[in-house]
């Protein structure tokens, strides 16, 4: 008896310890008899399906918890195991008590009885339910990732960290020219892009660089190469891809094709470049003509003061800028290298005295006048030269110029034979420089005139630069800015984007072209009505985000004049539309008709009342006034709120009365 309970007392222990690791167990364990019945439900199982033990106790698994559709096939299973076709592995769903489903990953087996018969059926199960809904997501990503990455009108390819190319998508193989299997495993130098880009950035460094600094090189712009050869710029977004150590492992680049923008940079920046050498050769020019101009004057002065004065020989001296020496500005009858090559300091020799002293300063014998110690004699090369100037001219008469009180320079006349002046000739003299410095200042104040004249131009063209070009191509350099992100996020909105793009550069370089145009007023002439109108339609879509439609019908050669005036008519009613109407879409026709043209500039912008409008405020006389001029009909009609139209006609007179 003793033994009995001993035995029983052990068995109860095993049992007692069986569930303890059972129900401690993370695993879902449950036991069934031969039949299918629950024999034994860990608390695993009680967590995932909401049912306590006691409630399945003896209840068959396939009543219970499993979902209808996968019944016959559990049975199946579960035949196998009892008749020892087993064990097994399998997947199947359980039912929760709230009507939830949970994948479970099931191991099966088999436990015998003494015959070697099946007694129970133990099931070890995982809930792999949110495994299952996680690999499912990640699948789908990256099933929706390939499409997005091979459908993207993005270049989109991985390489690796020494620029070895590992993915390229279709739009970077119609981009580039190259075929998939053509591309793959080829380094990026050398094929796609040069060793070194237009900076002369060493692309090999910025490679190695994006790997160790990734945020250094995050964006950049490279010239890039196409199979055929062509060359084309990409803006690129680089992300290096860390490894599970951190080190990178591959990069991943974004680009966008930028070739129309940076060629429309390129384009503007020569067209900038072109007008400020335009201008600048124009101030030249006019600086030239300026100093010329003043060169005639100054030749004429000295030339009637020898005559006048009766003397042999003559020179005007100019004060130098740093108002210490006197230079030859313009001379009669003195030799050449004395012209050329020498200065008189302020207080020194008649004119320097006449200069510092502000009167006329005699010197009836130079010979006597300038001894050997004379301060004018300490210079080598001046002494060479007086000295050989005092034998050919021994007196000198010195006059200061002055203009407005302020001393310009002097005069002085020269007498081969010694003499005495009179104070009659003197005070000639003197009435003769003031009337020199009268001209001189005419002079200046003319070149002052045509320089502020020259000013006003640059600032002109200043004011259009920055309303017109540097406003538009500020908004140019936004865009491109944002485009890469913006395309990355809404590929519609990109493309707009860039069509936004494309047409503020060309704006952009239709403005410069207009203003080079005004400064060579005869080009104007040189090209055709309707490219030029075209340029003005290109310039205001730039400016004003407003599209224009241009048409042309016919061809027609016209007066000058006439070209001029509806170029400049077309011109201001474009302006007023930039600037008042609020219009969304414009129209520009030209017609050329049997000796006829007329020109259309129509919009739906907000209108205006003619009636309550001043006449200047739009520039309409000025319209007017350029249409009468060449006997051309203007009408213009507009209503608030009904878009506006500027009609302008011009009859070839003289064919109609052939005709």
Sequence with gaps: MTAQRQAEDELR?????????????????????????????????????????????????????????????????????????????????????????????????????????????????????????????????????????????????????????????????????????????????????????????DLRQMIKDIGLEPAKYATNENENVRRNGERVWVTWTNKAVKGNDGQTVEILCVGNDITERRRGEEALRKARDELELQVRERTAQVSRTNQELMGEILDYVIVQACRLLGTDAGAVYRLQPDRKLLAIQAAQGLPPEYV???????????????????????????????????????????????????????????????????????????????????????????????????????????????????????????????????QTLFSASLIAEVLPRLWERDIEEGRRRLEELRQLTRGALAEMRTLLLELRPAALMEAGLGDLLRQLCEAITGRARVPVTLTVEGQQVLPADVHIVLYRIAQEALNNVAKHAEAVKVVVSLKYRHGKVELSVRDDGCGFDPAQVSSEHLGLNIMRERAEAIGADLVITSQPGHGSQVLVTWQDRQRREDT
């Design 340 to 470: 050329a090559s020498v200065t008189i300091p302020v207080g020194q020799g008649a004119v320097g005295q006449a200069v510092l002293e502000r009167r006329p300063v005699p010197i009836c014998d130079v010979q006597t006048a300038f001894p050997e110690n004379h301060p004018l004699m300490r210079d080598p090369e001046r002494r060479t030269h007086l000295v050989a100037m005092a034998t050919q001219y021994r007196a000198l008469l010195g006059i200061p110029l002055m203009v407005k009180d302020e001393v310009y320079g002097g005069i002085v006349l020269y007498n081969t034979e010694p003499r005495q002046f009179s104070d009659d000739e003197i005070e000639l003299a003197m009435v003769f420089g003031d009337q020199a410095a009268l001209a001189i200042e005419n002079a200046r104040l003319r070149a002052q005139a045509e320089e502020t004249a020259i000013a006003a131009e640059r600032s002109r063209l200043a004011r259009d630069l920055h309303d017109a070009v540097t």
């Design 13 to 201: 222990d095993e049992r007692n310890f069986i569930s303890a690791v059972l129900d401690t167990a993370g695993a879902l364990v449950v036991v069934l008899d031969r039949r299918g019945r629950i024999v034994r439900f860990n608390r695993a199982c009680e967590q995932t399906t909401g049912y306590a033990f006691d409630e399945v106790k003896g209840k068959f698994v396939w009543d219970m918890l499993l979902v209808p559709d996968e019944i016959s096939r559990v049975k199946a299973v579960f035949k196998n195991l009892v008749e020892g076709f087993g064990p097994s592995r399998g997947e199947n769903y359980w039912l929760t008590r709230d009507g939830a489903k949970r994948l479970i990953s099931w191991s099966n087996t088999t436990i015998l009885d003494a015959n070697g018969s099946a007694r129970f059926v133990v099931a070890t199960g995982i809930d792999i339910t949110e495994q299952r809904r996680a690999e499912e997501a990640l699948r789908a990503s990256e099933e929706k990732y390939r499409e997005l990455v091979e459908n993207a009108n993005s270049i989109i390819l991985r390489m690796d960290t020494k620029g070895n190319i590992t993915f390229f998508n279709e739009f970077a193989q119609r981009f580039f020219g190259y075929d998939e299997d053509e591309i793959i495993g080829k380094n990026v130098i050398g094929t796609i892009v040069p060793a070194t880009d237009a900076s002369g950035h």
